[in-house]
């Protein structure tokens, strides 16, 4: 299976890197820094359409794994992958032929935050995402800030996740 993580966070080499780099060592995935592209917010009027959305999201559909890297930025994800996930919108509208190509592909996530446990209802939005595009969900990990300076000591948790990603839609 081919896979691609987006980190979506405003610091490229933050916790969330730490645990995506932590984690790819078993994946083995390509990584898509959204930091690296001009992605405007969603507009009815299409007038972004000149930014980089469309070349990612071109690329991203020759992936059955999609990814997802967040830190968690006041209970939901961050503002950057927040942006991007809402021109998703665009497939739906002026991009149909990608978002159909989207459909049968696998979605998870992988976030980071500086609470011990995870918020209810933070995968809400990735698991209706993925149900409305017709992808599979595949459930996400996350790490408190905590558990991140001791990496080494959930090497089975981390692989167990990986496991169930590499699956895919099996």
């Given at each position: 299976m081919k896979g691609v993580i987006?980190?979506?966070?405003?610091?490229?080499?933050?916790?969330?890197?730490?645990?995506?780099?932590?984690?790819?060592?078993?994946?083995?995935?390509?990584?898509?820094?959204?930091?690296?592209y001009n992605i405007q917010p969603f507009d009815y009027e299409f007038k972004n359409r000149e930014d980089d959305f469309y070349n990612l999201i071109s690329k991203m559909i020759e992936y059955d794994i999609i990814v997802l890297a967040t830190p968690v930025y006041w209970y939901?994800?961050?503002?950057?992958?927040?942006?991007?996930?809402?021109?998703?919108?665009?497939?739906?509208?002026?991009?149909?032929?990608?978002?159909?190509?989207?459909?049968?592909?696998?979605?998870?996530?992988i976030s980071t935050g500086s609470d011990n446990v995870l918020k209810e209802g933070f995968y809400m939005?990735?698991?209706?995402?993925?149900?409305?595009?017709?992808?599979?969900?595949?459930?996400g990990i996350y790490f408190s800030s905590d558990e991140l300076s001791q990496l080494d000591s959930h090497h089975s948790r981390i692989h167990l996740y990986c496991e169930a990603i590499k699956k895919g839609n099996q």
């Open positions: 987006i980190l979506g966070s405003a610091n490229s080499k933050g916790n969330t890197y730490t645990l995506l780099k932590t984690i790819n060592k078993d994946l083995n995935f390509d990584v898509v820094d959204l930091n690296d939901t994800m961050s503002g950057i992958l927040k942006m991007f996930l809402d021109r998703f919108s665009d497939c739906l509208m002026i991009y149909k032929e990608i978002g159909r190509q989207l459909r049968g592909k696998s979605l998870s996530v939005p990735f698991e209706e995402t993925a149900k409305y595009l017709g992808m599979s969900w595949k459930d």
